[in-house]
């Protein structure tokens, strides 16, 4: 089931690039550094391609991100995602992932926003932009709706990653923390992201 192996893996990549060799050299260092949990975002141009590249490739879970309609999601399913991302909730994404039995992880800020997508039958919830929030926001949520399921995406970083699991996150999205500087420092920059996220489990 892809969300246990989004809450297993524990660190989603959200690559953008400006173009397929950008994303691919920031896709392979995230691979080679561990993390297997890849979100290739709609901001890739014909991330479709990059996507069915992927789809099939052993120890990767290959996910569509910054989906904004139905019409998009139908391609990045075809191409071969696992999961869907949105920014935030759409109702047209969610019906086109229902129909196919893909999981789909809507955007909300607001604990409204959160409801309206459990409701609709939504197993995990992004929370975006995430460092507009911090980890005591989670904590404050999950005390009256401890069932929902939070990856928070923007602002997580290696030094306060615990906090966020500390504070009730099922998985983190990480992208401009892990994926700036030379291909060497982003694939030494994930081992590391996969080594804290090994000693924070080790402590659950």
Not at 40 to 60: A, C, F, M, S, W
């Amino acid at each position: 089931m892809v969300l246990e192996e989004l809450k297993e893996n524990g660190i989603v990549a959200v690559v953008r690039g400006k173009n397929h060799e950008e994303a691919i050299s920031y896709i392979e260092a995230c691979l080679s550094g561990g993390i297997k949990a890849i979100e290739l975002t709609y901001t890739i141009p014909n991330v479709n391609e990059l996507i069915e590249k992927y789809r099939d490739k052993k120890n990767i879970l290959v996910g569509a991100g910054s989906v904004l309609n139905g019409k998009m999601a139908v391609q990045a399913i075809k191409s071969g995602a696992k999961y869907i991302v949105s920014p935030g909730y759409n109702e047209e994404v969610d019906i086109v992932c229902k129909s196919y039995e893909v999981l789909y992880l809507p955007g909300c800020m607001t604990v409204s926003e959160m409801m309206k997508a459990m409701e609709q039958g939504n197993k995990m919830i992004k929370l975006f932009p995430g460092d507009l929030f911090g980890p005591k926001f989670v904590k404050a949520v999950k005390a009256p709706i401890p069932g929902v399921e939070i990856m928070p995406t923007g602002g997580v970083t290696l030094e306060n990653m615990e906090e966020w699991f500390k504070n009730g996150v099922s998985c983190v999205g990480v992208g401009s923390s892990l994926l700036t500087g030379k291909i060497s420092e982003i694939e030494e920059r994930a081992k590391k992201f996969v080594d804290k996220f090994e000693e924070i489990k080790d402590r659950r």
